[in-house]
């Protein structure tokens, strides 16, 4: 199964906000908090801009206002154009100012996660992490070990979406075991992350500028690919937009 992801920063989102739906705009009106509301916007931005590559549909305001994200009950994110479900299962995830999107066929069980590669506490691995994973976390070399942090918590949040639980489940109950743990190589490599013994979802966990992203699916995804922003796209409306 192919799962496409694309990235954008706080400086590609446009300083108008002509490019969302009606509910959107609604929404951002009654938030608050200034860094609530780039978070946000950043979201949506990213998910449009990825959902116009995927689906092969212009990136101007016009259809973007056309194109929702909503979130479901469980909070997870959902596509729609013109008030149907887009024929896509997404995922999201920002953290300082980058976002990531990626993009799969419908009925795929996917999430993502980036994570800013940092120091964390023993304190933090103690609570939030196996016994395994404490283990593997003690044998890392001190060069390794905030990456190798980086990676396993970026797992578990990427499960937790694919589950559309978040972080309302216990981090323990979420088991992740990456391959080329100890590589500094930007390439994906494989990962696998298994909950409560009875769920497993495998997946891709990749290591570039000091940022860990991860992409875990079920059915088993193929390597992520880059969505490639074309300079130029058709004004015309995809075969599966309904009037």
């Not at 509910?23 to 116009?52: H, Y």
């Not at 990136?59 to 909070?75: D, L, Q, T």
């Not at 120091?119 to 070399?141: G, K, M, N």
Request: charged share 25%; with cysteine.
């Amino acid at each position: 199964m192919e799962v496409y992801w694309l990235e954008q920063t706080a400086a590609d989102v446009p300083a108008e906000n002509d490019w969302l739906s009606a509910n959107e705009a609604g929404c951002l009106s009654a938030m608050r908090f200034t860094k609530r509301r780039a978070d946000w916007l950043l979201g949506r931005w990213t998910a449009k801009r990825a959902l116009s590559v995927y689906l092969g549909v212009p990136a101007n305001p016009h259809v973007f206002k056309k194109m929702e994200i909503r979130s479901a009950p469980s909070g997870a994110p959902e596509a729609f154009f013109e008030n149907l479900p887009a024929p896509a299962t997404i995922s999201l995830s920002h953290r300082d100012g980058i976002a990531t999107c990626t993009v799969a066929i419908p009925g795929v069980e996917m999430g993502c996660d980036l994570e800013i590669v940092e120091p964390r506490s023993d304190a933090f691995v103690a609570d939030y992490f196996t016994v395994a994973e404490q283990a593997l976390v003690r044998r890392a070399s001190s060069g390794d070990r905030d990456r190798l942090l980086a990676v396993l918590w970026s797992g578990k949040e990427s499960a937790l979406k694919a589950l559309h639980e978040g972080l309302r489940l216990d981090l323990r109950t979420v088991m992740v075991t990456p391959s080329n743990a100890e590589s500094s190589s930007s390439s994906w490599s494989p990962v696998e992350v298994g909950y409560s013994d009875h769920r497993i979802f495998r997946g891709w966990w990749q290591h570039a500028d000091h940022i860990v992203r991860t992409v875990v699916a079920a059915p088993p995804p193929n390597p992520p690919i880059r969505l490639q922003i074309p300079e130029y796209l058709p004004e015309c409306f995809p075969v599966w937009v309904e009037d």
